[in-house]
């Protein structure tokens, strides 16, 4: 049976879950297996080993397994057997009274429509129920270093069995299938802008710029590309006008000042394909102002700057995780625009 998530003193209830069968199985890939069998997920030796060597330990104060393996495999410390009465209490708490959790797809907020489309499409042969469900991070989890901490270390413990978003580095044991490849897009007025697309030089020396914060990868896209191609760059203060998250705030503040005073004023909205795609017209919210201002691809002598995004699990995959990693190609390839605008220069 899948256990809740529950935070407890910087424990999960599947660590619990996990250190229990671990000691009772009395080495790792003993208790792998069992896992597998009882709670129908799938964990590697190197989430095992993490999780009772380094975050049990981190989160209590105290080793719970020797150094030294003996010939039976793992032993206990005497802390490590008291952790063990309190974690079989909570496990067994758990298991009478807890409700089922299916496993879990952890994605950012701008990928909550093929998410749900995905989801929707892995279920039961037997009755129809949804065999996985989702969980939507935050916006400032876009970052890679808060992605990393609420995405990828997660996945590695179990919590998550699928997460979307950028391809985790330095993170082996870890499988990433590509989703597609967002390019970075420029919201301008139409009248003002014959072509179809922005160089980006003009956009760097023309432009004050709402962006993201330089800690997304979108904006670390657009200050690398600067410094790449040699781009001259007037000072930042200059032309970055805001910095935001909330793409949707940038995107109100440029309509309604253009309506109130008539004029564009400079400032020019920068994000991914995938963020802006709602934005555009005939999409959801792409209804005021769609037809004064259009999204255009940013390039520099024909080359789009672009990034991926991944479906990441672990190596070791079930059926089920394996189902959804397919569901979500397909439905990226259903939700056109997720890479942005045509591009011919």
Not at 26 to 39: L, M, S, T, V
Not at 125 to 136: H, Y
Not at 203 to 224: A, K
Not at 252 to 275: C, F, I, K, N
């Amino acid at each position: 049976m899948p256990l809740p998530i529950q935070r407890n003193g910087g424990l999960t209830d599947w660590d619990y879950a996990v250190f229990v069968v671990v000691a009772e199985a009395g080495n790792i890939f003993d208790a792998i297996d069992e896992i597998r069998k009882k709670y129908g997920q799938v964990i590697t030796d190197r989430g095992v080993e993490y999780i009772v060597g380094k975050k049990i330990p981190k989160c209590t104060g105290h080793a719970v397994i020797t150094k030294q393996r003996t010939a039976h495999g793992i032993q206990l410390t005497a802390e490590g057997e008291a952790f063990l009465s309190k974690a079989r209490r909570r496990v067994a708490i758990l298991e009478t009274e807890a409700p089922s959790r299916l496993p879990v797809v952890a994605h950012l907020p701008h990928h909550r429509l093929f998410v749900a489309d995905a989801i929707a499409r892995v279920r039961s042969p037997e009755d129809g129920s949804p065999l996985l469900r989702a969980k939507k991070l935050g916006q400032e989890d876009r970052g890679t270093n808060m992605f990393h901490d609420r995405a990828v270390h997660p996945l590695m413990e179990g919590t998550y069995r699928i997460i979307v978003g950028p391809r985790p580095e330095n993170s082996p044991g870890l499988r990433s299938t590509s989703l597609y490849r967002a390019q970075l897009e420029a919201m301008v007025p139409a009248m003002e802008f014959d072509d179809d697309y922005i160089s980006l030089a003009d956009l760097v020396q023309r432009h004050r710029l709402l962006v993201p914060p330089p800690q997304l990868r979108s904006r670390s896209l657009l200050e690398d590309s600067i410094r790449t191609f040699g781009i001259a760059d007037p000072a930042r203060e200059t032309r970055i006008d805001e910095e935001s998250f909330d793409t949707a705030t940038s995107v109100l503040t440029v309509l309604v000042d253009h309506e109130a005073t008539g004029e564009w004023d400079g400032r020019t909205v920068v994000v991914p394909s995938d963020v802006a795609l709602v934005f555009k017209r005939g999409e959801h919210f792409g209804g005021r102002g769609s037809d004064v201002f259009k999204w255009v691809p940013v390039h520099h002598h024909g080359k789009l700057l672009r990034h991926g995004v991944y479906a990441t699990t672990t190596a070791a995959q079930s059926t089920t995780v394996r189902q959804g990693v397919a569901a979500l190609v397909e439905a990226c390839k259903r939700m056109r625009g997720l890479e942005g605008e045509d591009f011919t220069p």
